[in-house]
Every structure is written in structure tokens, then in C-alpha cells.
């Protein structure tokens, strides 16, 4: 399996470093794009032999699964790039963009084909560390294939196949939920300073708590 990732920040970097350092593909089978040098550069470093790419279209030149981890802004604008590329009836397209619907999605890609496969992927940041509570759904899609894509965020931590209709509560339990947890950390290390414990003690017994 070869993997396309078009988008090399927190998300698309995490997926790349998460997938070598877990072992589950060798770098040189994954390709990431991205427009700006610098951050093509710290992937490279971190991962050794790994594909990179200033150009989105030539990610997806023999990609079996090709993640969109950019903005939701910018899918739209990705997909009418990397489409006339795209081999619809043997690639698999996964998007990250939260809030865009699979629907949303097709109704993108109805003029450059009518049969295609499509994966929606709630992810968080936890991936770089293979923790990461990820939802999927999907449309198109063969039971291999879904056991195909949801084998990859396994790989990262743990993967749900859900409803979409699930994905906004998934998304704000799971995804945002690092960020309550952080707030959770910060206030009860701040609540160990006010009781009188130096404050990076107090934050090493709270994690470890």
C-alpha cells in the first residue's frame, strides 16, 4: 500500500510521523505534499526516505489512498487540482477537512466522475504518538476497503467506523477533546501552586495523575 498526503501540518505531519514510527510502512511509501520548504524539510528529517513535494498532483501519482489534510477552506480548491489526476475507480480519497460532508465532497468531484470512493476522518494530533481516537464513514466503499483505511488509524492509535450523522459529536467529544483535557491539566496544576507546590512539580504529579 502507497499513500498520498496532501497537506504536511499538524494533521498530515502527525499521519506521516505516526505511520513510520509505528512501523506499520516504511517512509518511502508514503509521499507529502506541501507549500512550504520548511516543513517538507522537518518531515524529511524525521523521517528518512519519506516522499515529499512541493506539488499536490505529484502525490497522487500512484497513491492507493490519498489523504486531504488541509482546511476546509482549501478543499475545494485541492480537489479541482489533484481530480484530472486522480484514477477515481482505484484510489481511494480520504478527507480530514472537518465540517465537510461527504456529500459536500461528491457533489465536488461530480463532473470528473461518476463512481468514486470516499472516506470521511476525524483524527486528533495524538497520532504522532500512536494515541489518537479517530472516526471514520465513508461512502463507495467495499468492506476491504473500509478494513483497508480504518488498518491505517489503527495504526495511529484507535479507529470507530461510525454514521456520519455522528461525525459533529465525535468531533467535539474526541478531536476538540485534547484541548479539554489540557485545560483540565492546566487548572489543576495551578490549583497545586495555590496549595503550595512549585508549579513544575505540580504539573509532573498531575500528569502522572
Avoid at 57 to 64: F, K
Wanted: with cysteine; hydrophobic share 45%; aromatic share 6%.
Amino acid at each position: 500500500m502507497k499513500i498520498g498526503i496532501i497537506g504536511g501540518g499538524n494533521m498530515g505531519g502527525s499521519i506521516a510521523r505516526g505511520l513510520v514510527r509505528s512501523g506499520f510502512m516504511p517512509a518511502s511509501d508514503i509521499a507529502v505534499s506541501s507549500p512550504r520548504n520548511v516543513t517538507l524539510d522537518a518531515l524529511s528529517a524525521d523521517c528518512p526516505g519519506l516522499q515529499v513535494s512541493t506539488d499536490n498532483s505529484t502525490v497522487v501519482q500512484g497513491a492507493d489512498v490519498i489523504i486531504l489534510a488541509v482546511k476546509p477552506w482549501l478543499i475545494g480548491k485541492v480537489l479541482d487540482e489533484i481530480a484530472p489526476r486522480v484514477a477515481f475507480r482505484e484510489q481511494i480519497i480520504v478527507s480530514l477537512a472537518a465540517g465537510v460532508s461527504l456529500s459536500d465532497i461528491d457533489a465536488m468531484l461530480h463532473r470528473y466522475s461518476s463512481s468514486r470512493t470516499l472516506f470521511r476522518a476525524i483524527p486528533n494530533t495524538a497520532m504522532l504518538v500512536g494515541s489518537s481516537m479517530t472516526f471514520l464513514c465513508s461512502d463507495n466503499a467495499t468492506p476491504q476497503q473500509v478494513d483497508m483505511v480504518k488498518s491505517i488509524f489503527d495504526a495511529l492509535g484507535t479507529a470507530a467506523v461510525i454514521d456520519e450523522r455522528l461525525m459533529g459529536a465525535a468531533t467535539a467529544l474526541c478531536s476538540c477533546g485534547i484541548a479539554y483535557a489540557m485545560r483540565y491539566v492546566r487548572a489543576a496544576t495551578e490549583g497545586g501552586v495555590e496549595l503550595g507546590i512549585y508549579p513544575h512539580k505540580a504539573k509532573e504529579y498531575v500528569l502522572a495523575t
